[in-house]
């Protein structure tokens, strides 16, 4: 192993916390630092992109995107979109208007929300992360994938359906990015992330 430190980065909703288990548990099994997950939204907040990063790639820090299908991304997010702060009457409609227009600064209602499975206590504020996203889902997501794809030759891009799909392939890709011998590999059989109740959401 060539790196002491890793950073995440996703789109929302694309198995940040799976992929994030999986290194843990895999890769950095007696690793306590800190573990740092990161998004982008639009041109203007690219500043947002951590200036580890935008300064330049760190030898000694792996850095990692890990992108999903569109339509479960949006399916994900509309299941939740509570905790977004986003209104919105349908599916349909999430999918044809842009983030920011959806975007309402409210107090969440009253929701059990759960992170790893475990009951937390009912948020009063939701994720802004969509504040100022001048984008419809599909234009986002799609700007999204695209910036990190030409990162390419400094970022291992890790596919959420191909881990699901194709488990062993795709985390030996991931072995050869962080110079693991490693050739056995462990999956995650729990539910991971953010979720309400009688909300099935990954």
Known sequence: MKYDKVFVFSHPRSG?????????LNFFPNKSGRWNTHSWIGDELRKRIPLTFEEGRSKDTAYIYIKRNFMDVAKSI?????????????????L?????????????????LYKYGNLLENPSTGNIFFENCNYKPFEFWNKHIKFWEEQVDDVCIV????????????MFKVA?????????????????????????VY
């Open 16 to 24: 940040t916390f799976y992929i994030r288990e999986l290194l843990i």
């Open 78 to 94: 509309y299941n939740i979109k509570e905790l977004f702060l986003l209104e919105v009457d349908s599916f349909d409609s999430f």
């Open 96 to 112: 044809k208007i842009k983030y920011s227009d959806m975007f309402k600064q409210r107090r969440l209602p009253v929701y059990n």
């Open 159 to 170: 596919d959420y359906d191909a881990l699901i799909n194709n488990f062993y392939d795709e």
């Open 176 to 200: 050869l990015f962080l110079d693991s011998n490693k050739k056995s590999f462990i999956n995650i059989k729990k539910q991971v992330g953010w979720h309400f109740d009688n909300k099935k």
